[in-house]
């Protein structure tokens, strides 16, 4: 077996070995905290604690009254439509406009967020934990019935009010504001008619009744996910039942002190819901579920108060319930310091290639307009990056061509005796000053470029239901096409996903790739051993059935890389002496074998 050939069989298998790999496994789980105490004093935090048992205790109650019996205000924004429920001010009914659930015209609006009652419900309640005498009737719960001062629908230039009179002593409102994108700004207040102090927690919770649909468990992050003082962390719903008991009453929890800036809340593929504190203001971050109601659950539980006789007091937070976008967080991030809001897209292992590959995939789609252009553009950069590397890597394989009649002498010359064949081989590649495992490095280089890049397509919401031309509607989905159909000329349908027929019904976009990484195969001759051949000629059907269900757009890449990596191969052989007889080669691999005479 020459050199050459052992190192495209070598960068082959490795790059089979590592995706195989990468979609078996598991990522490991997060290590979760060891779980404390909050500071407040316990009456206080007593309350956000219990909460969950609260909430599930009027999951049933709710679900038995008719929706029209309960009030409810309207939220409509350029993105977003809904109602918030008047009974607990729950913010739970939220559809994201401009994103529906499938490519159909009549494609009902992705739901976001979903009322008690419901299937999956999913929502978002505050309130206040009282503390020092106050009891839980004291202060407005799940069930408090809110009544609305002036504007009774929520958009972005007229925001509401909601006040509850508590009838001794204590009025409570709730200012909802928001903007033309996702962002809620929440101000809870308190007025204090009373003769002596009061003391009390204001909190935000995200609830979750049952674990959703998850997308993916392998490459894909969906549970809780939360910034604390610049850490990230992130929890499964899985894993969250498994943290250390911190009150047998309130089940597993995770509690967690911040002591600036943070955000905790859920995240989806493409969506989250998320309790942003202040900037600069510490609050406590909560993570638990609780198994006898099956809720999942998030807070910020932020500082305890004590509002003086007549005085009153009030804090500001805000709620990200969206679509996330890049540009979106980003803005979020930046402008409105949201710390580290960029990180709540799943960038993966490899953030330090998914984070450029991704900027420079969206701004090529701001200039050219097509995101299937984007990526072509994207491999002509990259290849043009990993031009030199290339170079000397082709013009080592070149080379290697070149010594070929003397690797034959040497063998001729050694026989049997390998140790002398390998030493006489080193001293050759040395003399001539050729690398045999040159080779190898521009495939091994583009192990991580190809994660990284399924990660930006797989999770970033840009490359949702975005079109490419012609039936590739959504490169993010795998190619809708077929063989079996002749591609749409008989007529009936590809088989389905789930169907017995789908794992070998195979779009045009992986034929195509198949194809261009045979021809990349032809410009060298056919190894001359059977079994090398035999997987030669097989390793491009692997793959095309391999990457053949995945998503468009990184099968489109893979295209475009293999021609370009064709073409480049071939001009640099060409310049070094060495015609490639590609349809030679083509010949030689249908030709079997002669036996030999006898």
């Not at 995240?267 to 203001?281: F, H, N, V």
């Not at 590809?494 to 017995?500: K, M, W, Y």
Request: proline residues 7%; charged residues 15%; hydrophobic residues 45%.
């Amino acid at each position: 077996m020459d050199d050459q050939n052992k190192n495209l069989i070598l960068a082959t298998a490795l790059s089979f070995a590592v995706i195989l790999v990468w979609f078996l496994l598991f990522p490991p789980q997060d290590q979760p905290q060891t779980a404390q105490q909050p500071p407040a004093a316990t009456a206080t935090t007593a309350a956000p604690a219990a909460a969950p048992a609260t909430t599930a205790g009027t999951a049933s109650e709710v679900a038995t009254a008719a929706a029209a019996d309960i009030p409810r205000l309207k939220i409509q924004t350029p993105r977003l439509e809904g109602a918030i429920s008047l009974q607990g001010g729950r913010i739970d009914d939220l559809l994201l406009k401009g994103y529906p659930e499938t490519l159909a015209k009549d494609s009902p609006l992705v739901r976001l967020l979903t009322p008690v009652g419901d299937k999956h419900a999913y929502y978002v309640l505050y309130g206040w934990a009282p503390g020092g005498t106050l009891t839980e009737s004291d202060v407005p719960n799940a069930n408090t019935i809110w009544s609305v001062q002036g504007n009774d629908t929520l958009t972005p230039s007229t925001p509401v009010t909601l006040t509850w009179n508590n009838g001794k002593g204590l009025i409570f409102t709730r200012k909802m504001a928001i903007d033309a994108n996702y962002m809620f700004t929440v101000t809870q207040g308190v007025q204090n008619t009373t003769g002596a102090p009061v003391t009390l927690q204001p909190y935000g919770m995200v609830v979750r009744h049952g674990e959703p649909v998850s997308q993916s468990t392998t490459i894909l992050h969906e549970g809780v996910v939360q910034m604390i003082d610049g850490k990230l962390t992130e929890i499964k719903y899985r894993g969250m039942p498994k943290l250390d008991e911190v009150a047998r009453e309130g089940g597993p929890a995770e509690v967690v002190d911040a002591k600036t800036d943070g955000w905790i809340g859920f995240t989806d593929k493409y969506w989250m819901t998320t309790l942003i504190p202040a900037a600069g203001s510490p609050f406590t971050a909560v993570a638990k579920y609780t198994k006898a109601s099956d809720i999942y659950q998030t807070e910020a539980r932020l500082p305890v108060m004590t509002v003086a006789p007549s005085g009153q007091a009030e804090v500001t937070s805000r709620l990200f319930a969206g679509a996330k976008e890049y540009d979106t967080i980003r803005m979020y991030q930046n402008r409105d310091h949201v710390d580290r809001f960029i990180d709540s897209i799943d960038w993966g292992w490899f953030f330090f290639f998914t984070k450029p590959i991704y900027w420079l995939m969206h701004n090529l789609h701001i200039l050219v307009g097509n995101m299937g252009l984007a990526i072509i553009c994207l491999v002509f950069i990259i290849k043009a990056i990993l031009f030199p590397l290339a170079y000397k890597s082709y013009v080592s394989m070149a080379r290697m061509k070149e010594l070929q009649p003397e690797m034959e002498k040497l063998k001729e010359r050694a026989g049997d005796d390998k140790g002398k064949l390998q030493r006489e081989m080193m001293q050759l590649y040395k003399e001539k000053k050729v690398n045999p495992a040159a080779g190898c490095l521009p495939v091994l280089l583009q192990i991580p470029i190809f994660f990284s890049l399924y990660k930006v397509i797989y999770v970033t919401i840009e490359l949702r239901q975005a079109p490419f031309f012609g039936w590739v509607r959504d490169l993010s989905a795998p190619d809708p096409s077929s063989w079996m159909n002749l591609f749409g000329l008989l007529p009936f349908g590809a088989p389905e996903a789930g169907s017995i027929l789908a794992p070998i019904s195979l779009g045009l976009l992986p034929l195509l790739l198949g194809i261009t990484m045979w021809l990349q195969q032809k410009l060298n001759p056919a190894p001359t051993d059977q079994t090398q051949k035999m997987i030669f000629a097989w390793m491009p059907f692997i793959f095309m059935f391999m990457l053949g269900h995945f998503a468009s757009g990184l099968v489109l890449y893979y295209i475009t890389n293999n021609s370009l990596t064709f073409i480049q191969q071939y001009m640099i052989m060409r310049r070094h002496g060495h015609s490639p007889d590609i349809f030679g080669n083509i010949r030689a691999g249908f030709q079997r074998k002669k036996p030999a005479a006898k």
